[in-house]
């Protein structure tokens, strides 16, 4: 148990039912964040160089899926939905990541391709969060990252379609075993229907963690060609 919170906790003789005593728990858990300062007049004027900057700082510390990220999307009748994928690339144009074009998210994502990326990294108190529009990539570029994976994994592709009701596990691992044998000593091919999307951001937010929840907000919103940089009140 969280030392902070154990004088917060009942004596031993009282009863509390498991809820009561989770909320309580829930509700003192804290910590005083006191990342290094993050300054607009610091900061790179493109906001890519910046995240570029920050993620290889991130690589350094993070061990765990560094580039783990929250997708944001929202359908036609305005219900959201986040899900986490795996950031596969980046560079001034946007973020990549690749899925089944039909799961729920690729459906989501032909309904309405405004999209958000929330990358959070606890351990620097640290997070970005991206807004933008959301584009296939090309064939050529998925095919290219597609042959890049393990075996295992282009086979789990095939096997899977992503979102769809399944009626257990026995039903999955044999599409598995059927992938094996359909692709057996053959160069397993990109499924047509699995791709990128690349996130072109038009809203790059960068929040670095300080004392006494004055956080840094740090803002660049692009207008025609351009980025404008301000600071937000955290």
């Known amino acids: 148990m969280f030392d902070f919170i154990k004088k917060w906790l009942p004596a031993r003789d009282e009863v509390v039912k498991p809820r009561q005593l989770s909320r309580q728990a829930v509700a003192m858990m804290r910590r005083e964040y006191d990342g290094v300062p993050l300054d607009e007049k610091s900061v790179h004027s493109d906001p890519m160089l910046q995240f570029e900057a920050w993620f290889e700082e991130v690589l350094k510390k993070i061990d765990q899926d560094p580039n ?77 990252y597609f042959q890049s994976r393990p075996v295992s994994s282009k086979l789990g592709a095939w096997a899977s379609e992503q979102s769809k009701p399944v009626s257990g596990r026995k039903e999955l691992e044999e599409r598995l075993r059927n992938a094996e044998e359909k692709f057996k000593s053959k160069q ?30 740090i803002c660049y919103l692009k207008e025609g060609e351009r980025w404008h940089i301000i600071r937000l009140m955290p």
């Open 68 to 144: 783990a990220v929250i997708l944001g999307t929202c359908d036609e009748n305005k219900q959201p939905s986040t899900r986490t994928v795996l950031l596969k690339g980046f560079d001034e144009t946007g973020f990549v990541f690749y899925t089944n074009y039909h799961s729920r998210k690729g459906l989501m994502i032909d309904a309405n391709p405004y999209v958000s990326l929330t990358f959070f990294w606890a351990g620097l108190m640290r997070q970005v969060h991206v807004e933008g529009k959301a584009e296939k990539t090309d064939d050529e570029l998925s095919d290219e």
């Open 188 to 217: 397993i091919p990109r499924p047509p229907y699995w791709g990128g999307y690349r996130v072109i951001p038009h809203r790059i937010e960068f929040w670095q963690g300080r004392l006494n929840r004055l956080h840094d907000r």
